[in-house]
Each structure stands twice: as structure tokens, then as C-alpha cells.
């Protein structure tokens, strides 16, 4: 079997539109793994799939999609989402930007303009989580190096050492209890708060 493409939700209020969206992206390989009517019905879709990509109607009843997008993403629920509308006008192209769509289609929607849309939207997504990741990676490394730096200038001071003899002391005491660095040094500064 072949692998799909992306796994989609569809948000359109218009039936129709939903199935030719629909045909189009299961023509391409792609997975549409839900169809919402509202745009709280997209968000509960994008909770429980996560998809790589949300296309979705801005005007919709009861919660829009730029208030459902902008929700989607602010919560980080899908890869990203491409909006659809039946008239381009430029405030809602400066809102879809402003949250961070990765795509804007004007109805009625053709294949050509489609899948080159949803291809590069969700190659985008996927850079932007990866992004995201690193810059979560390397927050959290320069948080536990703060508090070793800190445990540091705990240890010079108590025991009248040099930073070097200091570092030492947590790295030993690290590698004779069998925990992280990061562990030994909390434990040095919360004892001395």
C-alpha cells in the first residue's frame, strides 16, 4: 500500500464544496481524516487528529475560520491551515497572515491551484514544527545551564573554590549518584534558597 500524502480536516459549511475538496485530495493520495461544518467543529476535529493541514472556509456559521484558525494554531493543533474564501478582499488576507495561515485560495477551487497549496503547506508546517522543536531543545539547555551556573557560585562560595573545582564537585557527585548534572545542581540551589 502506498503512503498517504498528509493527513487533512476539511471545514466548509457548504456540502459540496467539502465533497469536491474532498475527491480532489483523496485523488492526490492525501488522507482527509475529518469534514467540519463550523469552526468548532474543526478545532474538535484537529484535537483529536492533529492533522498536517486544516482547509477551511473563512465564512462559516457560528465560529469562523479565522477565529477557528487562529485558535488551531495558537494551540498548536494542526501542521497549518490554508483558508478558503469566495472573495478575496485584503483585511481578510492581512488576518490570515497575521496568524499565521500558510495559504489563502479564492472559490471556486481547481485542482491545479489546489495540491500545489496543500504540498507546499504542509513541507511548510513541517519545517515550522521542526523549528519549534530545536528552539524548545535549546531553551531547555540554556535553562539547566543557568541553574549549573548557579549551583556553581553555591558551591565556590561555601566551600571556598575555584568555578572549576566547583564544576567538578556536581559533575562527580552526577556521575556517582547516576542522575543528571541538571538534578545535582537543583538540589545545590533549592538548598540554599
Not at 18 to 39: C, F, H, K, Q, W
Not at 108 to 124: F, R
Amino acid at each position: 500500500m502506498t503512503e498517504m500524502n498528509g493527513r487533512i480536516v476539511i471545514a466548509d459549511d457548504e456540502p459540496i464544496t467539502r465533497m469536491d475538496i474532498r475527491d480532489i485530495l483523496e485523488e492526490a493520495n492525501y488522507n482527509v481524516v475529518g469534514e467540519a461544518t463550523d469552526g468548532f467543529e474543526a478545532i474538535e476535529l484537529c484535537k483529536t487528529h492533529q492533522p498536517d493541514l486544516v482547509i477551511m472556509d473563512i465564512q462559516m456559521p457560528l465560529l469562523d475560520g479565522l477565529k477557528a484558525g487562529k485558535r488551531i494554531i495558537s494551540d498548536g493543533l494542526a501542521g497549518g491551515i490554508i483558508l478558503l474564501t469566495a472573495f478575496s478582499d485584503q483585511k481578510n488576507t492581512e488576518k490570515a497572515k497575521g496568524f499565521g495561515a500558510l495559504g489563502y485560495l479564492v472559490k471556486p477551487l481547481d485542482e491545479k491551484s489546489l495540491i500545489p497549496t496543500v504540498e507546499m503547506s504542509i513541507a511548510k508546517g513541517r519545517e515550522t514544527r521542526k523549528l519549534e522543536q530545536q528552539l524548545e531543545k535549546l531553551t531547555k539547555k540554556l535553562e539547566e545551564r543557568k541553574v549549573i551556573e548557579k549551583a556553581k557560585g553555591v558551591l565556590m562560595i561555601e566551600n571556598n573554590i575555584t568555578e572549576e573545582e566547583a564544576y567538578n564537585m556536581i559533575r562527580n557527585l552526577s556521575m556517582d549518584k547516576r542522575c543528571p548534572m541538571m538534578e545535582i545542581a537543583e538540589t545545590i540551589v533549592m538548598s540554599d534558597d
